[in-house]
Structure formats: structure tokens, C-alpha cells
């Protein structure tokens, strides 16, 4: 008979063996086709994790392997390849987008946070939520919202005002936690008609709830969100796993009773005669009245719905308000990119407050749109896309088998000397002024994605950041704080950590 030791050796210790050397070190070493691709060697030790700022490791390699495709070996030595070219991007997120779908890691707990939303989605189901979705981001709708991006960085202005009145003339802020407020109260009042009245610290439980799920969605519980298990072994992560069900059972219960109210408005609407055609309705109401009006078989079901109503708040804040504290952060570094800024600014806003006409903020002519766009060039929020191939497919020449891991990178791409310069690394608006500087130029410039899944918000985006950076450089100066220091780090976006501090002081 044979022994319990002999067994376990034989049931699960060898299994488990040959299953690692296999796919850590054989694999990656000898057998997949992915050598053929230029790149760097699998690691010998399997547990290595790159710990640079995204894109930059492979933005070193692209120099040394002067390739723009490589192959790369994450966690494990799971092979991945790096796109990098404008052929093998436009490959992978446009013509054969229905090919590289969003079945990888980050997309899948993504979903089990937030939800089957339009951002996880693929294929059909893609298809049929971004219909649904299209008639509240169409440009004439999203223009209706720059007055409340006004109205909301005029309480952010006003809130810094009161700073000063004690004969101070420069006050130091946490630039990344006071830009967070108006965008979070930008996304509720036009995702909503929600008041999150966050610049007025008078914060709501749907903040809570959310702030809860965003902080926990983040890379150091990588692996207790990859292995369930771990939650019934290890009483932190159970404890973690209830305050998360927690919050999600809340917010759906929210979401589910504020559709369920801006389903009977649009319905009385729908017979009322004398409604105002010009009245400006949130994107949820629009999204929702698409729902009603949509063939059965293409509706989004209730969870969709809940979905889309926690990806609104999630994909359009903490996004936006990266890019506008980044962009304040370059200003703060460069202050003849500012001192011309406020030049322009001045032209279109003579007195302190004056709003920007609504001209100046979608124009993509101006300085300020300039600004924006390096400011994106250099830090974009989302620094990479990941993508899973469905079917064996050739990127550029090399093979790629079925089940590999693709990645495109804004953060790579915004800075591969080839498409922007020798320059590429100084922050110069000025490029974007030049005769032929293309923003939609395939490969160089997608911190918005491309192709059938890029970003559906990009314009309110876009508008929203510039009228931040408009309100707010009219009406204050920055320069950066002596000796503060922060690291870029990834997790739902790419923020600054542990913070951003600059010191602002009032134009006079
Ligand atoms: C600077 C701000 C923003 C940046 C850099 C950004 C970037 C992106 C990127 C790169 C994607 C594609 C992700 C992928 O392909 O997997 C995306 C998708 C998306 N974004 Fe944005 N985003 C921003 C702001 C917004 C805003 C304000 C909203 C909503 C009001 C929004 C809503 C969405 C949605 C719904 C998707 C999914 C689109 C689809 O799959 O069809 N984003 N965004």
C-alpha cells in the first residue's frame, strides 16, 4: 500500500513541479514562438517585478533591440509582446480589434469590481453597450456641460480664495487631492444630475462607497484578488472582502433606485408636449433613454446599467483629474510656459472673472490646448492596454500564438524620439503649433486609445481639463515647493504618490 508521503508525492507535489518548470522556465526559455521576436531573455528568477514607472523598461528596450516589437516575460516569466509601431497598433486596436480582446488580468478584476461595463466588454457585447452609449457623447450634447465645468472650477477658485485672506500671499496645496474635488463634482452633476459636493466638503455616501472600492482596487492586493481562497484563510483579507461587498451592495442599491427615478422622468417627459428641447440631460439620462428606445435583443440588463454607472464615476474622475494636476505640475516647473499661457488667457479673459467662451475651450488651435496635449503626451493617465489574442495572428511580420498578451503603451509611445525628436523628453506645448503636428497620428499619441474601443469621454475630457487649467491659471500662480518630491504609480490610473504639493499664489 502505498504511504501518505508517496502519494501526496505522486498526487500533487510532482504535478505541481512539473507544471511550474514547464511553463517558468521550459516555455519561456525554449519553446515559445515569441523568441523569434526581438526583446530581452525570460528572468531566471520568475518572481522579478519590474518596479520602473509604466512603458519606461520598454522603452529602453525598444532603443536596444531598435525594434518596434518586442518580447517581454512578466510575473512567472509570462511571455508577453510589446507593440510599439503604428502598423502593429492600428493592427491590434483597430482592423483586427475583434482579435485582441480585454480577457487579460487587469480588465477581469476590473469587472469583478465595477462590473460588465462598456470598459471591460468585448466583441457583440462591445458593440451593442458602446450603441447604447454613443447619443450621450456626441459633441452637440457634451458642449451643454462646459458651463458646469465653468461653474464647478469657479467653486474650486473661490475655494482657494477664502486661503488667502489672512494676509498670506502663497498657500501650499495638495494639488492632486484639490483637483479631485471639482472633477468628481463635474462627473456627478453631468453623469447624474448628482451632487457629490466635494469642493464643499460636504461629502455624500455614494463618495464613500466608491472612494472605498477605487482605494482597494489597487495592485498590492493583486494576489488575494487573484486567488479567492485567500479570503477564507487570512483574516485581513476576509475582513477586506466584507467592507468591499459592503460598498458594492450599497452602491448598487443607489444605482439601481436612481435609474429607476430617471426612468419614470423620461417616461413623463415622453408625454409632455410642452418639454424644452434645449434642456441640458445628463449622460445616464441619455443612456437610459437609448435603453428604452432600443430593439429588446440590443438593451443592457440591469447589471449593465449599475455597471456603467460606476464606470462613468470611476473612468471619468480620477482620469481627468490626474491629467489637470499633472498639467498644473508641468505649468508649476516651467513658468514661461505658464507666463504665456496667461498671456493667451488674458486675451480671452480680460478680468479675473470672465469665463472662457465656450470657442476658446473646444478650439484645438489655442496655447492652452497645446499644453493639454503635452501634458497627456508625457503623463497619460491610462499608460498602457492590455490585450489577450483570441486566434493565431501575425503583428508586423512575427507570429503570435493564440492566448498572448499584448501591450500598447501612450506612456512608450509619447516618447519614442523616432516620431517626436531629439526633444522628445522636454515638455514644449510649442510642438503641437507646428504646421504638421497631427494629434491623431496613429502610434505616437493615444492616451485615449484608438479604434473601436478608445475613449467615448475623450471631448469631455479634453474640455473639461482646459477649463480647469483656464479658470485656474487666469486666477492663480504656481511654482513647485522646494524639495517635494513624487513617484508616478499605477492603479486604476497613473497618479502622483504620495502626493502633489505646490505652492499657489493669487494673480493680482
Ligand atoms: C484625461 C482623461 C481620460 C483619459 C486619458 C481616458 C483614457 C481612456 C482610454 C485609454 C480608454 C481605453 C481603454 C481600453 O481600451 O481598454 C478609455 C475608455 C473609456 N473611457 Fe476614458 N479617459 C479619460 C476620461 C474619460 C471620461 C471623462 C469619461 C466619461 C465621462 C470616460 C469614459 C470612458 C469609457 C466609457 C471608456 C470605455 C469605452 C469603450 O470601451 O468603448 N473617459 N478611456
Not at 195 to 204: P, R, W
Request: glycine share 4%; with cysteine.
Amino acid at each position: 500500500m502505498p504511504t501518505i508521503a508517496t502519494t501526496l508525492t505522486l498526487g500533487l507535489v510532482l504535478p505541481t513541479a512539473s507544471y511550474i518548470i514547464y511553463n517558468w522556465y521550459i516555455y519561456p526559455f525554449f519553446l515559445t514562438p515569441l523568441l523569434k521576436i526581438p526583446g530581452p531573455n525570460p528572468n531566471l528568477n520568475p518572481f522579478e517585478i519590474d518596479s520602473n514607472e509604466t512603458g519606461m523598461t520598454e522603452l529602453a528596450q525598444i532603443k536596444e533591440y531598435k525594434s518596434n516589437i518586442i518580447r517581454g516575460f512578466g510575473f512567472f516569466n509570462k511571455p508577453f509582446v510589446f507593440v510599439a509601431s503604428p502598423t502593429g497598433i492600428k493592427r491590434v486596436l483597430g482592423t483586427h480589434a475583434h482579435n485582441y480582446t480585454r480577457k487579460t488580468l487587469g480588465y477581469n478584476l476590473l469587472r469583478s469590481f465595477f462590473g460588465p461595463s462598456l470598459l471591460v466588454s468585448n466583441g457583440d457585447d462591445h458593440k451593442r453597450q458602446r450603441a447604447i452609449a454613443n447619443p450621450a457623447f456626441t459633441l452637440k450634447n457634451l458642449v451643454k456641460y462646459i458651463p458646469t465645468f465653468i461653474s464647478s472650477a469657479r467653486e474650486t477658485q473661490q475655494s482657494w480664495n477664502i486661503l488667502f485672506t489672512s494676509g498670506t500671499s502663497v498657500v501650499v496645496l495638495d494639488i492632486a487631492e484639490e483637483i479631485s474635488k471639482p472633477t468628481l463634482d463635474i462627473i456627478g452633476r453631468c453623469a447624474f444630475d448628482y451632487e457629490f459636493n466635494s469642493v464643499s466638503n460636504n461629502t455624500s455616501d455614494f463618495y464613500l462607497w466608491i472612494t472605498t472600492l477605487n482605494k482597494q482596487f489597487d495592485p498590492k492586493h493583486i494576489l488575494e484578488d487573484m486567488i479567492p481562497i485567500t479570503k477564507y484563510i487570512i483574516p485581513s483579507v476576509w475582513q477586506r472582502h466584507v467592507k468591499l461587498n459592503k460598498a458594492k451592495e450599497d452602491i448598487r442599491r443607489f444605482a439601481i433606485e436612481m435609474i429607476e427615478r430617471k426612468k419614470d422622468e423620461i417616461l413623463s417627459r415622453a408625454n409632455d408636449l410642452s418639454q424644452d428641447v434645449n434642456k441640458v440631460h445628463d449622460l445616464m439620462t441619455l443612456l437610459l433613454e437609448a435603453n428604452i428606445n432600443a430593439e429588446a435583443k440590443r438593451t443592457l440588463d440591469q447589471d449593465e446599467l449599475v455597471a456603467q454607472t460606476l464606470l462613468f464615476v470611476t473612468a471619468g474622475h480620477e482620469t481627468t483629474s490626474t491629467a489637470t494636476t499633472f498639467a498644473l505640475d508641468f505649468l508649476a516647473k516651467h513658468q514661461s510656459v505658464q507666463n504665456k499661457l496667461r498671456q493667451e488667457l488674458i486675451k480671452d479673459m480680460p478680468q479675473q472673472d470672465d469665463d472662457p467662451p465656450v470657442q476658446y475651450i473646444t478650439s484645438s488651435s489655442t496655447y492652452l490646448d497645446a499644453i493639454c496635449k503635452e501634458t497627456l503626451r508625457l503623463s497619460p493617465p491610462f499608460p498602457q492596454t492590455p490585450r489577450l489574442s483570441e486566434t493565431d495572428d501575425w503583428i508586423d511580420g512575427y507570429f503570435i500564438p493564440k492566448g498572448t498578451r499584448i501591450i500598447t503603451s501612450a506612456a512608450t509611445n509619447g516618447r519614442l524620439e523616432e516620431f517626436w525628436g531629439e526633444d522628445v523628453l522636454e515638455f514644449k506645448p510649442e510642438r503641437w503649433l507646428q504646421p504638421n503636428a497631427d494629434s491623431t497620428t496613429i502610434g505616437p499619441f493615444i492616451p485615449f486609445s484608438y479604434g473601436i474601443q478608445n475613449c467615448i469621454g475623450q471631448k469631455f475630457a479634453e474640455w473639461e481639463m482646459k477649463t480647469l487649467v483656464a479658470i485656474l491659471v487666469r486666477s492663480f500662480e504656481f511654482s513647485p515647493v522646494e524639495g517635494h518630491t513624487f513617484r508616478k504609480a499605477l492603479g486604476a490610473v497613473q497618479k502622483p504618490v504620495p502626493n502633489l504639493m505646490l505652492n499657489v499664489k493669487r494673480v493680482e
